[in-house]
C-alpha cells in the first residue's frame, strides 16, 4: 500500500521516527533534532544551501551507544550527549486516546541553537530561528505540546499547539519581562551545552533575540533596525485608533507616531482579512499615526527598507 506524503517536513518526521522506534527496539534511545525537529517546533530555517547534509532528517544518539554516526538509509545519525532540559518526551494518542510510541525530541531552544550552527545561517536568519525557539519554549512551559505527537486533548489540561493560531494570547505572555529574561537565561545555558563548532553563528545572533517576533519576517526586520542606528521600535504594542478600539502593531515609535508593519504572505489569507486591515489602518490613521509597511522583498533589500523608515521619522519629526 501507498499513500502520498502531506508534505517534506512530513516525510522527514516519518523517517526519523521510524528509525528512533527502530533503534529503541535495539535498546538505544534517540532523540529527534535537526530539521525534524525544526519543522514539529515551527522553528523557521532561512537561507541555508538546498544540498546541506544538515537538512536530511536527524537523531541524536550518545556517543556511548556503539551506534555509528553519520548518513544511513536518509537518516542523518549524530552523536551527541543531551541534557534533559534539552529534550521534551511526547507521545501520540491513539483513535481510543490511549498512548502509543513515546518521542524524545530536541527541545526548541536547542532545535533553534543546532539549525543555525549546522547550517551557518545568518546573523538575521538566526535571529528569526531562535526568537522563533524562545516562543515555543514559551508555549511549552505553558502546556502546549505539538499536533504531531498527539491527536487529541488527552483530559488532563494539556492544550495542543494548534493553540499556536492564538499567537497573540502567547505575545501578551510575553511583554512579561521576567518571562523573557528566564527565557534568554535557559537559552544561554542550552548554548553553553552545545558544541562549539559552527557556534560563532549563534553568539553573533543572541543580542537580538526576542520572543515577541511573532513572524520569520519581523525577526529579519528587527535585526536590520538594531544594526541600522535608527531609534528601535517597542514591538508588539497596542495603539488606540480614532474609535476607541486598540489594536496590536508590529512595531511602534510613539515619538514619531508612527507605525511599522510587516506584511508577509500569510497575514491576510481572505478578502475579510483584506477588508479588516483596511479599516484597522483607516481608524489608526484617523488618530494620527502613520504608517510604514514592508514585504520580504522589501526587507532583502536592507537599505531602501530602512531609508522609507527614516524618511517617515523625519516627516513625522516636521509635523
Not at 536530511?56 to 538509509?73: I, K, M, S, W
Not at 534539552?86 to 507521545?91: F, K, M, P, S
Not at 551557518?120 to 515555543?136: F, I, N
Not at 492544550?159 to 523573557?180: G, K, N, P
Request: glycine content about 8%; hydrophobic content about 40%; aromatic content about 6%.
Amino acid at each position: 500500500m501507498y499513500s502520498l506524503p502531506e508534505s517534506e517536513a512530513s516525510v522527514a518526521w516519518d523517517l526519523a521516527s521510524s528509525r528512533a522506534r527502530q533503534l529503541a527496539d535495539r535498546g538505544v534511545a534517540a532523540v529527534i533534532a535537526g530539521p525534524t525537529s525544526a519543522g514539529l517546533w515551527d522553528v523557521p530555517i532561512i537561507g541555508a544551501r538546498s544540498d546541506s547534509v544538515a537538512l536530511h532528517p536527524t537523531l541524536y544518539v550518545d556517543p556511548r551507544t556503539g551506534v555509528r554516526d553519520g548518513l544511513r538509509d536518509g537518516v542523518r545519525i549524530v552523536h551527541a550527549a543531551l541534557e534533559s532540559e534539552d529534550v521534551w518526551e511526547g507521545a501520540p494518542r491513539g483513535p481510543g486516546g490511549e498512548a502509543t510510541h513515546r518521542y524524545s525530541v530536541c527541545m526548541p531552544l536547542r532545535t533553534g541553537i543546532d539549525a543555525t550552527r549546522h547550517l551557518r545561517l545568518s546573523e538575521a536568519a538566526g535571529v528569526a530561528a531562535l526568537s522563533s525557539a524562545q516562543r515555543r519554549q514559551a508555549a511549552i512551559l505553558d502546556g502546549w505540546v505539538p499536533m504531531r505527537v498527539a491527536s487529541k486533548h488527552d483530559g488532563n489540561g494539556t492544550r495542543l499547539c494548534d493553540d499556536w493560531r492564538s499567537e497573540s494570547r502567547l505575545t501578551d505572555r510575553l511583554q512579561d519581562t521576567s518571562l523573557r529574561e528566564a527565557l534568554q537565561e535557559q537559552l544561554l545555558r542550552s548554548v553553553s551545552r552545545s558544541p562549539r563548532r559552527g557556534l560563532r553563528h549563534v553568539i553573533q545572533a543572541l543580542a537580538f533575540v526576542d520572543p515577541r517576533l511573532e513572524t520569520p519576517l519581523e525577526a529579519i526586520s528587527w535585526c536590520h533596525l538594531c544594526r541600522s542606528g535608527l531609534p528601535l521600535p517597542l514591538l508588539q504594542q497596542w495603539v488606540t485608533g480614532a474609535s476607541g478600539r486598540r489594536y496590536r502593531v508590529d512595531f511602534f515609535w510613539p515619538e514619531f507616531h508612527l507605525i511599522g508593519e510587516a506584511d508577509g504572505a500569510m497575514k491576510y489569507r481572505s478578502a475579510a482579512d483584506v477588508m479588516a486591515e483596511k479599516d484597522r489602518h483607516a481608524d489608526l490613521g484617523d488618530a494620527g499615526h502613520g504608517f510604514v509597511r514592508w514585504t520580504w522583498s522589501d526587507a532583502w533589500m536592507t537599505q531602501v527598507f530602512l531609508g522609507r523608515i527614516e524618511q517617515a521619522m523625519n516627516a513625522a519629526a516636521r509635523s
